[in-house]
């Protein structure tokens, strides 16, 4: 996966920690595929982002979509990208985009 995509990525990640919104991350699927899907199961499951239930939605609704293609693609694209960078790059990011005056610990809107 090229640089240009990763920061791509990671900033749609981090602006819908704010501005979540589920239509969004499905629009994401059709350009790369099962690349967000991998990104918001891994979401989903970590204490910090938050959304977990509408990312594990998007999972499932996402992977239905895909028709076709094997669940192999989904392990893959696991694989294929490396969690840990786009972990430290998306909080990164949200620090960056924290409102100015805001303490303690990273709260996303989650209405």
Known sequence: MD??????????CADQYYRFDAEQWLKKT???RRIPIALAKYLSGTSWYGHSEQLDSISTIARANLT???????????E????????????????????????GDLQPNTH
């Open 3 to 12: 640089n240009q995509t990763i920061e791509e990525l990671a900033q749609f």
């Open 30 to 32: 059709a350009t790369y």
């Open 68 to 78: 076709g293609e094997t669940d192999a693609g989904s392990s893959n694209a696991q």
């Open 80 to 103: 294929a990208i490396d969690i840990a960078r786009f972990s430290g790059i998306i909080r990164f990011r949200i620090a960056q985009m924290r409102p100015q005056g805001t303490k």
